[in-house]
């Protein structure tokens, strides 16, 4: 199965603040990697799927990068309504596999 | 306005069985995989099944093979999840997530198991 591992765990940060969140996979997985969102209480939401692209109702403030095993999610200036627990997810393997998440939080 | 909305989920003794369903709104549901992922109570996500578009293609998790099957109908928009011989373990949240990479999903059902 393809590990999949996230840093930091968790980050305290303010509004306006640069936030990245790193996701590394255990061997390559090509594009086939994605971001979501997760609130207490409520069901994840697609960010980001194939790397870099942006689901349609995701603010350009948010943005992914990366290749190979090594991948980014970027929050250029975080916001309120920013602050959630996010996780990555590879799909290129089955399983697949979801990182263990990044909690970000004042 | 996309929705997905789970039901089925309840509380069940070990070694039980529950059906899972998902109703599908607002894409062209023939499109697009479809993936059962939960989460157990402050636990991450775990990814559990998916079904290709039509039906011909099923994939899942070791800890699941066996026990439980994914179908769908698309003449109703519809995905399940057939749950057998539960353990305490499968306690979770199950949420069907539309796409291969998760574009869309539900707000979830709770299954509980324990006696």
């Known amino acids: 199965d393809i590990q999949m591992t996230q840093s930091p765990s968790s980050l305290s940060a303010s509004v306006g603040d640069r936030v990245t969140i790193t996701c590394r996979a255990s061997?390559?997985?090509?594009?086939?990697l994605a971001w979501f969102q997760q609130k207490p209480g409520k069901a994840p939401r697609s960010l980001i799927s194939?790397?870099?692209s942006l689901q349609g109702w995701v603010p350009s403030r948010f943005s992914g990068s990366g290749s190979g095993t090594d991948f980014t999610l970027t929050i250029s200036s975080l916001q309120s309504e920013d602050f959630a627990t996010y996780y990555c997810?590879?799909?290129?393997?089955?399983?697949?596999?979801f990182g263990p998440g990044t909690k970000v939080d004042i | 306005e996309v929705q997905l909305v789970e039901s089925g989920g309840g509380l069940v003794q070990p070694g039980g069985s529950l059906r899972l369903s998902c109703e599908v709104s607002?894409?062209?549901?023939?499109?697009?995989?479809m993936n059962w992922v939960r989460q157990a109570p402050g636990k991450g996500l775990e990814w559990v099944a998916n079904?290709?578009?039509?039906?011909?293609?099923?994939s899942y998790l070791d800890s699941v093979k066996g026990r439980f099957t994914i179908s769908r109908d698309n003449a109703k928009n519809s995905l399940y999840l057939q749950m057998n011989s539960l353990r305490a373990e499968d306690t979770a949240v199950y949420y069907c997530?539309?796409?291969?990479?998760?574009?869309?999903w539900g707000p979830g059902t709770l299954v509980t198991v324990s006696p």
């Open positions: 997530a539309g796409g291969l990479g998760g574009d869309y």
């Open positions: 997810q590879q799909y290129y393997n089955y399983p697949f596999t």
């Open positions: 079904i290709k578009e039509d039906g011909s293609e099923k």
């Open positions: 194939t790397v870099s």
């Open positions: 607002g894409i062209s549901f023939t499109n697009y995989w």
């Open positions: 061997q390559g997985i090509g594009k086939y």
